[in-house]
């Protein structure tokens, strides 16, 4: 956005500002299983963050929004 000197002309509602700044923005987010936990070939350059939730308890587990924003933040 900055350094495209593009200008935004849509709404000013803050879930379509997010939407669009993150729009400019990509990040490497998988999900897997314990069995592929287990077949996991580790690339030792790149940076790992792992969540556990139980999906028992809703409140407990991040949306796939906020891990991709969480994603974003910690890419280099």
């Known amino acids: 956005m900055f350094f495209k000197r593009d200008i935004y ?4 509602e803050k879930d379509i500002l997010i939407r669009y700044a993150m729009s400019f923005v990509s990040a ?6 314990d069995r592929m936990f287990k077949t ?3 690339d030792e ?6 969540s556990f939730c139980r999906e028992i308890d809703e409140g ?6 906020q ?3 969480l994603a974003v933040m910690l890419v280099r």
């Open 40 to 42: 996991l070939k580790v």
């Open 67 to 69: 891990v991709y924003k």
């Open 9 to 12: 002309q849509g709404p000013r």
């Open 60 to 65: 407990d587990c991040l949306d796939d929004d």
């Open 28 to 33: 490497n987010v998988i999900k897997f299983d």
């Open 45 to 50: 350059n790149k940076p790992w963050l792992v």
